[in-house]
């Protein structure tokens, strides 16, 4: 097993993702959490009955219901801490503690002089200003930042920084600041992977017959086959794991379709608009026998080398580390890069995000119809689910394509090229 597969924590961001000039330090101010509330007390607020409910409020207070109602606020978000591991807040917080040396919770009252709130927005714009100098993100990346801090702070203390002060020298700051640098950057160039490269990276850095190998091959055969997200593959680095959202060993069945062998993975809707929904609805079909990737028979290797008994497969994760732990995002963006990078190629061009777009270009070469691609990726546009409907083997019989096919796309033979 390559060593880099066991890069963690700043090693990783100091290997992988650190950038010149970048601080490499993480320190977050803590925040006080709130706590669910007490399960004794949302029991005697649900006492049947109305006069029992009415005796339950007068005697319990609002108290318990403050609790919950703001408990729900941070349950809203993906991270259901209210966004608080949010990159843009965990930066403002390590600017706050660092650079201001005070809360990041800045309130300041709607009526307070005008003077105070411009203060205020000087740190703001002291705060954006140190993002692209110090940490170098983009300008656009930096309005960005400071509109997530904003939005968070407003959940967090009912009031927008600088007591709701419309912010308007920050935009021509951070015009100025793109105008000095020569224009807007570039997005950054994100690639995506091919079938046979795929397949002899592998074979390359993770062709031994470990648990760990075996867990990561058939996790990154299975995403480029089944047109995986990286939410979809692994858990948010900050979250805890919910196998009721999180793929688990239980979520997986084999079996034969136009007689191909299959698997079929059934998970949660990621798509946008659907992630709310309770449950795993999405039924995702992978298809064995392909010349350069075989999900199915990954998979069928995961479970006999990484053997988990079965009563055992709903609380384990699909794809984990040596440690028991789900994949994360950003794992699977290490790897992906480490890969690249034992082939020769660039590694800051790939991202977990390279395994979908390599099985959609991969498909639209082999021919498969778009509205097929859409299905099979699960793509927001409800137009194929007005139109047709598609069927299991057709997925089966465009999956062995997709696992089969080799191509030369034309951004990777002439990104350098003008024309």
């Known amino acids: 097993m390559k060593e880099w597969l066991a890069w963690e924590g700043e090693e990783f961001r100091e290997r992988c993702v650190s950038r010149p000039g970048e601080p490499r330090g993480r320190a977050q101010a803590p925040v006080a959490r709130i706590e669910a509330p007490a ?52 930066w403002w917080k390590e ?29 703001i714009m002291d705060y954006a200003c140190w993002l692209v100098q110090v ?19 407003e959940r967090r203390h009912g009031v927008r920084l600088a007591g709701n002060l419309v912010l308007a020298r920050l935009p021509a700051m951070l015009k100025g600041m793109e105008k000095a640098q020569g224009g807007k950057r570039p997005r950054r160039l994100r690639r995506g992977m091919r079938p046979r490269q795929l397949a002899q990276g592998l074979q390359l850095c993770l062709g031994g017959g470990s648990k760990a190998e075996a867990n990561w091959r058939a ?41 191909k062998r299959c698997a079929c993975l059934t998970m949660r809707p990621c798509e946008k608009g659907k992630m709310g929904m309770q449950g795993k609805t999405v039924k995702v079909w992978l298809a064995g026998g392909g010349s350069h990737l075989d999900p199915v028979a990954a998979l069928e290797e995961l479970f006999r080398v990484d053997a988990v008994p079965r009563e055992e497969w709903a609380s384990t994760p699909l794809f984990r580390e040596a440690d028991g732990n789900a994949f994360t995002t950003r794992r699977v963006r290490a790897v992906v890069r480490g890969l690249m990078e034992c082939g020769g190629e660039p590694p800051l061009e790939f991202g977990a995000h390279s ?41 089966v019989r465009f999956g062995t394509a997709i696992a089969s096919m080799d191509y030369e796309d034309f951004e990777n033979e002439f990104q350098d090229r003008e024309w």
């Open 95 to 123: 600017f706050c503690a660092r650079g201001v040396k005070g809360s990041p919770g800045r309130v300041l009252d709607v009526s307070a002089p005008l003077q105070a709130k411009l203060d205020e927005e000087l740190v």
């Open 355 to 395: 395994l979908r777009i390599g099985g959609a270009t991969a498909a639209l070469a082999a021919g498969v119809p778009p509205h097929y691609i859409k299905a099979m990726g699960r793509w927001c546009s409800e137009i194929y689910e007005i139109y047709c409907r598609v069927s299991d083997a057709a997925v």
């Open 39 to 90: 399960e004794e007390l949302m029991v005697a607020l649900r006492a049947p009955g109305r006069a029992a409910q009415l005796a339950a409020l007068e005697r319990e207070g609002r108290g318990g219901l403050r609790q919950a109602a703001l408990g729900y606020v941070e349950l809203a978000y993906h991270d259901k801490k209210g966004a608080d591991s949010a990159p843009a807040v965990r």
């Open 135 to 153: 940490r170098g993100v983009a300008p656009a990346t930096a309005r960005s930042y400071v509109s997530t801090v904003q939005a968070w702070h």
């Open 219 to 259: 996790a990154l055969v299975v995403a480029f086959c089944g047109l995986l997200r990286g939410k979809e593959l692994g858990k948010g680095d900050a979250s805890k794991s919910d196998f009721s959202k999180e793929l688990t060993r239980a979520d997986v069945s084999f079996g034969q379709r136009g007689g």
